[in-house]
């Protein structure tokens, strides 16, 4: 079943622990994305990555790393947590361009104390 | 101006009522446009997106008016089922790379 694979679901920590968010698709895209969602802002981008090893800024991207050593994994790293960091997080991937519609992961609730 | 505006409802529509929603966005230059459906606390998916002449996808109808800047979805013979929220993304290569989402509209479907 083709798909984009997230992981965990849930996570509570507190701040300044790292944390890792792994996400891993299996349609062999080129693109991936991690967003954050929030009540009434919708999904904004934090990074994105067109390949293997080339990836950029979005929106949102202060506290946050992410590295794309394989096609298949993007993960998003957040090395010193902080409370206003607390948000649903999305990966996304997609074989087209950037106008293409994107794969969503089922999402991932962080909670920093 | 935020690029992308929806009014966030709630729309509290009976089973059978036909609903519209519409979305503006700021960059006359926007090329692409979706619309996302996402249930509570679940990933979005793509519902349809949006061609210039407009489109249908059985009970749903997009529009796109480019004079206006403003895209609609209409849901004809509502469904409980269709309970959920509905984002409007929007591509422009003046956003930079990336598709532009909307803070969505509620859809509340009652019996």
């Known amino acids: 079943e083709a798909q984009v694979t997230q992981n965990p679901r849930y996570l509570i920590t507190v701040t300044g622990k790292k944390l890792t968010v792994t996400c891993s698709q299996n349609?062999?895209?080129?693109?991936m994305s991690w967003y954050r969602q929030d009540p009434g802002l919708g999904l904004r981008q934090i990074y994105y990555?067109?390949?293997?090893?080339?990836?950029d800024k979005g929106d949102v991207p202060e506290g946050y790393k992410v590295s794309r050593k394989e096609k298949r994994n993007f993960p998003l790293i957040l090395e010193s947590p902080s409370p206003n960091q607390t948000s649903l997080y999305f990966c996304?991937?997609?074989?087209?361009?950037?106008?293409?519609?994107?794969?969503f992961g089922n999402g991932t609730r962080l909670t920093v104390t | 101006r935020k690029e992308v505006e929806q009014d966030p409802g709630p729309f509290n529509v009976p089973e059978g009522a036909t609903v519209a929603f519409n979305c503006t966005y700021s960059?006359?230059?926007?090329?692409?446009f979706f619309w996302y459906r996402q249930d509570c606390r679940k990933e979005p998916k793509l519902l349809m997106s949006?061609?210039?002449s407009g489109n249908e996808d059985g009970r749903f109808t997009a529009q796109l008016n480019r004079a206006s800047q403003y895209i609609s979805l209409l849901i004809r013979d509502s469904k409980l089922s269709d309970s959920a929220t509905y984002l409007c993304?929007?591509?422009?290569?003046?956003?930079?790379?990336?598709?532009?989402f909307g803070a969505g509209t509620i859809l509340r479907v009652k019996s």
């Open positions: 996304a991937s997609t074989n087209g361009q950037y106008n293409s519609p994107l794969h």
């Open positions: 349609m062999n895209h080129e693109y």
């Open positions: 990555s067109m390949n293997v090893e080339v990836t």
């Open positions: 960059n006359s230059a926007s090329q692409s």
């Open positions: 949006v061609y210039s």
């Open positions: 993304v929007v591509y422009s290569m003046e956003y930079g790379n990336k598709l532009v």
